[in-house]
């Protein structure tokens, strides 16, 4: 892989990686349609740990209080397992859960057979209407401070289906969100701040398969590369679907996305 591509690679996760489109989705197919050998998974993880930097530092002042808040809950008698940051931190940790054991069972499946084009154009197509219909039909009232245990596992839970490449992360927990009556700022929030465990700990994996040099065919400045242009280019599109989902609602993804599953379906067929 040469600069050039890791740096546009980089750019295309940054990208859909926080909007609702699927960067595994994208990753897959970028080098497909611009004649590249496939970069495999561990790149593709490498650009993740990137857009995990830049989560952790846009939400590095609501992360420390949810941190704080959480570790209160441990007092003697639970007196803060009420307040709203550790009720958030406790969402988090149970929102996690799932994928964390999905992923242990189907890595390997998702880096081999989990790639191919037409999985991704049905899951395109599936889950970008999914995401239409949570965002048209959904109450959007609620804020974060709704997020209990039960809600977080709820997630969680449709996060997990986000291992499957086409599917979004972003856009498979926002649209289980919107479903259980949070307005798209709050979804969009809880979204983001839900990528952290798992992002440390897909991270935290991989850091040490390079220690130990289980990971061949990449060097060692392209993983750096990766990251760095995911991490910075990645804290801008944060801020921007923020404020788009402030006052916009999410359809053109969702269009997108049934537009996009199309396409390859018929390039690829």
Same mark, same amino acid.
């Given at each position: 892989?040469? /600069?050039?591509q890791? *740096? *546009? !690679?980089a750019l295309?996760q940054a990208?859909?990686?926080?909007? #609702?489109?699927?960067?595994?989705?994208h990753?897959i197919?970028? #080098?497909r349609l611009?004649g590249w =050998?496939?970069?495999?998974?561990?790149?593709d993880?490498a650009?993740?740990t990137?857009?995990?930097?830049?989560? @952790?530092?846009y939400?590095r002042?609501e992360?420390?209080e949810?941190?704080?808040g959480w570790?209160l809950?441990?007092r #003697?008698?639970?007196?803060?397992?009420?307040?709203?940051?550790?009720?958030l931190?406790?969402?988090?940790?149970?929102?996690t859960? /799932?994928a964390?054991l999905?992923?242990?069972?189907?890595?390997d499946?998702?880096? =081999?057979?989990?790639?191919?084009?037409?999985?991704?154009?049905t899951?395109a197509?599936v +889950?970008?209407? !999914?995401?239409g219909?949570?965002?048209? !039909?959904?109450?959007k009232?609620?804020?974060?401070?709704?997020?209990g245990?039960r809600?977080?596992?709820l997630?969680?839970?449709?996060?997990?289906l986000?291992l499957?490449?086409?599917?979004s992360?972003s856009g498979?927990t926002? &649209?289980?969100?919107?479903?259980l009556?949070?307005d798209?700022?709050?979804a969009?929030?809880?979204a983001?701040?839900l990528s952290? /465990?798992?992002?440390?700990l897909?991270?935290?994996?991989?850091?040490l398969d390079?220690?130990r040099g289980?990971?061949?065919g !990449?060097? %060692?400045s392209?993983i750096? @590369? %990766?990251?760095?242009? =995911?991490?910075?280019?990645?804290y801008?599109v944060?801020?921007?679907?923020?404020?788009?989902?402030? &006052?916009?609602p999410?359809?053109v993804?969702?269009? +997108?996305?049934?537009?996009?599953?199309?396409?390859?379906?018929? +390039?690829?067929?």
């Amino acid at each position: 892989m040469t /600069p050039f591509q890791a *740096v *546009v !690679l980089a750019l295309v996760q940054a990208a859909t990686e926080f909007l #609702p489109v699927s960067s595994s989705g994208h990753l897959i197919l970028m #080098p497909r349609l611009l004649g590249w =050998s496939d970069q495999g998974l561990e790149f593709d993880i490498a650009t993740n740990t990137g857009t995990l930097l830049a989560v @952790v530092a846009y939400f590095r002042r609501e992360l420390v209080e949810i941190a704080r808040g959480w570790s209160l809950s441990f007092r #003697p008698g639970g007196a803060g397992a009420c307040e709203p940051a550790a009720r958030l931190g406790w969402a988090l940790i149970w929102g996690t859960v /799932p994928a964390g054991l999905v992923g242990l069972l189907i890595k390997d499946w998702v880096s =081999s057979h989990g790639r191919d084009p037409r999985l991704i154009a049905t899951t395109a197509i599936v +889950y970008g209407l !999914l995401l239409g219909v949570a965002d048209r !039909l959904g109450r959007k009232r609620l804020g974060l401070a709704a997020i209990g245990k039960r809600e977080g596992f709820l997630i969680g839970c449709a996060q997990a289906l986000a291992l499957v490449p086409g599917t979004s992360r972003s856009g498979v927990t926002m &649209t289980a969100a919107l479903g259980l009556g949070l307005d798209r700022t709050a979804a969009a929030r809880f979204a983001f701040l839900l990528s952290v /465990p798992v992002g440390v700990l897909v991270g935290a994996k991989q850091a040490l398969d390079f220690a130990r040099g289980e990971i061949v065919g !990449l060097a %060692g400045s392209t993983i750096l @590369v %990766g990251i760095a242009v =995911s991490a910075v280019a990645g804290y801008l599109v944060i801020a921007a679907l923020l404020a788009w989902v402030r &006052t916009r609602p999410l359809l053109v993804f969702s269009v +997108y996305r049934v537009l996009l599953g199309l396409v390859l379906f018929a +390039y690829f067929s």
